[in-house]
């Protein structure tokens, strides 16, 4: 089955007349792991905003899990992402306010399907997903801005993939650590992926990551508006 299909995108910003983004074909099927590497201008973030529905295609057709995203209304697209989608943002965005549990937790709270996967209570699968990423028990009770770095990226780890999402999108997760640790990060969330079989789409400029994965694309290749950004 295909998780991502893209035919025929084009994307440009209202009032522009250059598009963005400007990809042929793309397809990633159900289980891969994919790294998605391009420089800066090469059109990585515009995709993103797509594939999470924050932004529509210019023209062209976007597929999610077989069923057709780039046409559903604003509203739905919202509840199809809390529904299926895992997304590691760059920054993280974790909430100060709310403790390490309940940031995890926000999917259940937006998405019964995401809830409804749960194997055991809400907090309890938190705290496994915590514990895999090899996140220390007496961190989970502390406030997040109490964290490192590393422990503020297991945090948002764990909250992409509680409920087991279909598909889990990662933007350059990993670029506040050492090589080390972006490996040994990679792996586990790896091994967490294997375990609900979700489709990894990682994105990094990184490309010596590029081996820990399936297969890669160089989107300044796929992106045909992007062509001679290096």
């Known amino acids: 089955m295909n998780v991502i299909e893209l035919t025929d995108i084009t994307f440009r910003w209202p009032k522009q007349t250059e598009n963005l983004l400007d990809i042929p074909s793309l397809t990633i099927k159900k289980g891969e792991k994919v790294f998605l590497k391009g420089p800066s201008g090469s059109g990585k973030s ?14 062209g057709e976007i597929s999610l899990l077989q069923q057709s995203f780039s046409q559903l209304k604003a509203t739905r697209r919202d ?18 306010y709310l ?21 055991g209570t809400m907090d309890s699968e938190a705290k496994r997903l915590l514990s895999q990423l090899h996140l220390p028990q007496e961190c989970q009770e502390r ?24 598909l889990l999108i990662a933007d350059e997760p990993t670029s ?4 080390d640790n972006r490996e040994a990060f990679i792996q ?40 001679g950004v290096s």
């Open 99 to 119: 403790s390490v549990i309940d940031n995890v937790l926000i999917p259940c709270r937006f998405s019964r399907q995401r809830k409804n996967r749960l194997s």
């Open 143 to 166: 406030p997040i801005n109490e964290l490192s770095i590393g422990q503020q990226q297991r945090v948002a780890a764990a909250r992409a993939l509680i409920g087991q999402p279909e």
């Open 46 to 59: 515009s995709l993103l905003s797509l594939l999470a529905g924050i932004s529509q295609p210019t023209t």
């Open 188 to 227: 586990l969330l790896m091994a967490e992926c294997d375990k609900a079989d979700t489709t990894l789409l990682f994105v990094s400029h990184d490309e010596t990551l590029e081996s820990l994965f399936d297969r890669s694309i160089a989107l300044n290749d796929l992106n045909q508006a992007a062509k």
């Open 176 to 179: 506040a650590l050492d090589h």
């Open 79 to 96: 509840q199809f992402r809390a529904n299926h989608i895992g997304y590691i943002f760059q920054m993280f965005n974790l909430l100060p």
